[in-house]
């Protein structure tokens, strides 16, 4: 594998991470345009605590993104008050504050940037990838995961039986938190070098339009989104410098004609159906 | 020394009001956000460029670059609203982020991703005004600014076109049955933001004298943080919130440190979303 | 058991509850009655916690409830339906059922690895024979939307049910529903009384309620204006002119 494939294949993961992350807080009818922000919390933490302090990089990666996630407690609370609109423009002001306070925070390099971490390989990666997936499909399985559908389905009527409203959305707004952490710390880990710059708004963006063309409502729908934006831009690469408006302006093109995502949980529920439908007749 | 920086801070501010107005008329109209602004500011900033190039008095650059400003900012309307006008509020949004893509790669591909400096088609005059040094770009500024501001506040306020805008903007079914052309006004209005957005970006490049594709993403966020602490979708208070802000930044630079500008100025952001969210002239409706 | 005493709720300057008092008691079917737009669903809306008083106490088994959240009355025993049905769009039938009974499972992140647990096998069928109960056992995998609109209603009831309170509350029940489906709920009703829950249901048809309440008040305009047995109240000249006089209009 050539180590231009790999490094797509790597930032892939990376991006499929990044969705989840948001997948977690749409699971809390919320959408976050400030993920990017948690992501630069969990590179800078990790990047430092292993290049400055020695730390091997799985425990630098988990204590980056608890850091990430703890951040993502603090601002969650006045954070999770505000609705709709409000509540994209507060993380999206959140997003901002992180990123321009890397760009002075000096023991992290500041504007120039900071150097040397490494260790992320593509097994760690999809090891990560993996680990969280399960945790999805468990959760969307399990009693959890069905008090956050009510919560989404219509949040007054979930409190009326007995549901934790508040606390179920400080929840999962730790878990996106959490994740971003985690996509942050390897991507640092496996990009040596990181910039503020690296945590812009679009990496957000992004984010947030994986979960929105793969699908809202399931899982597989960041994980499908996070693979098709990922390949997408290097697809496009034969446009040369016209590149980023094709990207751009298919963007645009979807969110015109396919606004409600591809993979729908019925079809999840369809396909459970037929794969559970053929292992009972290879075993009968 | 302060009152220098006072005028300074105003001169910068206004062009944020600029901005932030485009904002609110956005807002206030469709309660969606168009996250292409900034960009819109740049591509302005640039075509006001072109056109001064050409050998153009700045006054005719200014008008030409507002007119394709405006005709940008329909087409975003086009493409990034209308078809979702029924949808999330979150589809539009993230349309317009891809359209802003969209207009900094046409722009590198035009101008090149070099900083560009302005040509002085004027003579930079000086006037001493007791303490107080100011330069023709400065009146230029303040000057095209206020007169702008004043006009579409006048605009909106006492025209019938205006009465339609606010009828629109807070009951759209009744403003069509009383014989409103919604997308007219709609039309109207992104035309409208898109122009004053192009307007700051002309004035904007001059003070800066340098610009390249990517410096309407911070302008454009700077011109929404505007808008919301002066009060979203309030017109006046984004001029005022713009004033602020170009004051806080100024301040900031001549007495803190620039690098910290923009981290002070998204944490007062982020703490009027959290803390007041209808800002500082707002209405509370959330 | 649901004691409300001086209840008041102001929106701005509109009195839509003043000074309200009465108890429900253990095993009673309660009904408050009363024109559209007297008050009762923003009564309900105080009982459970989706609105705050004004002023006033409501005790329910001795707890103070004004204050609390709506989860945490929730979990004291209190469930209610809706006057216009809000089910769980997204969920199956016995996903709405399921929901219902979080609260008294184990639903927090150890969840996540308990679908075979023995207490989760309990549930389950707790769960089918509130399906089966409530007439929608054959209905169970479908979209709960989907349903018909009494089937709908009922299920509405089971969610209710699944939350194994002392007092439901039902929040009329029986609106758009035809005469064979009235009966059947009704029936249902004097069902559930007879496990041992309290009922407190809101109606502004007089007559669904007549037949099934033990006791009856009567609301109008934020006021309670008669309180009795369902023979006292029929025979009450205040609520017979609040009820024709609204049929003047």
């Known amino acids: 594998m050539s180590v231009y494939t790999q490094g797509v294949i790597a930032l892939m993961g990376v991006n499929i991470l990044m969705a989840l992350s948001v997948y977690a807080i749409v699971m809390a009818d919320q959408v976050s345009l400030g993920n990017a922000g948690f992501m630069a919390i969990g590179a800078y933490t990790s990047a430092y605590l292993s290049v400055k302090l020695g730390i091997p990089i799985f425990p630098a990666l988990l204590i980056g993104a608890l850091a990430a996630s703890f951040i993502g407690l603090l601002i969650g609370v006045p954070l999770l008050r505000l609705s709709g609109l409000y509540f994209v423009m507060g993380t999206f002001g959140f997003g901002e504050v992180v990123r321009t306070f890397f760009m002075v925070f000096e023991p992290t390099g500041g504007a120039y940037g900071f150097r040397g971490p490494v260790g992320a390989t593509l097994p760690m990666i999809y090891g990560w990838v993996l680990v969280l997936i399960v945790l999805f499909w468990l959760l969307s399985r399990s009693r959890l995961g069905r008090s956050l559908d009510a919560l989404r389905d219509d949040a007054e009527v979930a409190s009326s039986i007995g549901l934790n409203v508040t606390l179920l959305k400080l929840g999962v707004f730790w878990l996106g938190s959490f994740t971003a952490g985690i996509a942050g710390g390897l991507y640092a880990h496996y990009m040596f070098y990181i910039e503020s710059g690296n945590f812009h708004i679009l990496v957000s963006a992004i984010a947030i339009l994986c979960v929105i063309l793969g699908g809202m409502y399931t899982f597989w729908g960041a994980l499908l989104g996070g693979v098709i934006f990922s390949i997408l831009p290097e697809v496009l690469r034969f446009m040369g410098g016209w590149r980023l408006s094709v990207y751009g302006s298919v963007l645009v093109l979807m969110m015109i004609f396919r606004p409600s995502g591809i993979i729908s949980r019925q079809m999840v529920r369809n396909t459970g159906e037929w794969v559970g439908g053929i292992f009972r007749k290879a075993s009968s | ?286 | 058991m649901l004691e409300i005493a001086h209840i008041s709720k102001d929106f701005g300057g509109l009195k839509a509850l003043k000074e309200i008092t009465f108890h429900v008691k253990e095993k009673q079917i309660y009904g408050l009655i009363g024109p559209n737009g007297a008050g009762k669903t923003t009564l309900f809306n105080l009982i459970t916690g989706f609105l705050p008083a004004t002023h006033g106490s409501i005790q329910f088994l001795g707890n103070e409830l004004t204050g609390l959240k709506a989860h945490k009355i929730a979990k004291l025993g209190i469930a209610r339906t809706f006057q216009n049905i809000r089910l769980f769009g997204t969920m199956t039938v016995k996903e709405n059922i399921l929901v219902a009974q979080n609260i008294r499972a184990r639903s927090g992140v150890t969840s996540l690895v308990q679908f075979f647990s023995s207490k989760e096998r309990e549930l389950q069928e707790k769960a089918d024979d509130l399906l089966k109960r409530m007439g929608l056992w054959e209905k169970r995998k479908e979209q709960s939307l989907s349903l018909a609109y009494g089937e709908q209603r009922r299920l509405e009831i089971a969610r209710a049910l699944a939350l194994e309170p002392r007092l439901l509350l039902l929040d009329e029940p029986a609106a758009g529903m035809n005469e064979a489906e009235t009966e059947d709920l009704l029936g249902r009703i004097s069902e559930i009384r007879n496990t041992g829950k309290a009922v407190f249901l809101i109606e502004h048809d007089m007559n669904v309620v007549m037949g099934i309440c033990d006791y009856i008040s009567v609301l109008n305009f934020g006021e309670l204006i008669a309180e009795g047995t369902p023979d006292e109240i029929q025979a009450s000249e205040a609520v017979i002119e609040a009820y024709l006089g609204r049929e003047e209009e």
């Open chain 2, 1 to 286: 020394m302060f009152l220098q920086q006072l005028v300074n801070g105003l001169t910068l501010g206004s062009t944020y009001s600029l901005l932030a107005i485009g904002f609110a008329l956005v807002l206030g109209l469709l309660n969606m956000l168009n996250i292409a602004h900034g960009d819109v500011f740049m591509f302005g900033a640039f075509l006001g460029l072109s056109f001064a190039m050409l050998g153009m008095p700045l006054y005719l650059a200014l008008i030409l670059a507002m007119v394709g400003a405006g005709v940008v900012t329909i087409i975003i309307e086009r493409l990034c609203f209308r078809p979702l006008r029924k949808s999330h509020f979150l589809m539009p949004l993230l349309s317009t982020i891809a359209f802003g893509i969209v207009l900094q790669n046409v722009a590198t591909q035009i101008w090149g991703s070099e900083p560009v400096r302005y040509p002085q088609t004027t003579e930079i005059a000086q006037f001493q005004l007791g303490p107080v040094l100011v330069s023709s770009i400065d009146i230029i500024i303040l000057a095209t600014s206020i007169l702008l501001m004043v006009g579409i506040d006048q605009f909106v306020k006492r025209t019938s076109f205006g009465r339609a805008m606010r009828a629109t903007s807070e009951k759209p079914q009744t403003a069509s049955l009383l014989g409103v052309n919604i997308n007219w006004v709609i039309v109207f209005t992104f035309f409208a933001s898109g122009a004053l957005a192009g307007v700051a970006g002309v004035l904007t490049a001059l003070v800066y004298s340098q610009i390249t594709p990517f410096i309407g993403i911070r302008q454009g966020l700077i011109g929404m943080v505007a808008m919301v602490i002066g009060g979203v979708g309030n017109l006046r208070g984004a001029m005022i919130g713009g004033l602020m802000i170009g004051i806080i930044e100024i301040m900031n630079d001549a007495y803190f440190a620039a690098g910290y500008r923009d981290i002070i100025l998204f944490g007062l952001f982020l703490a009027f979303i959290v803390f007041k969210p209808e800002g500082l002239f707002g209405t509370k409706e959330q």
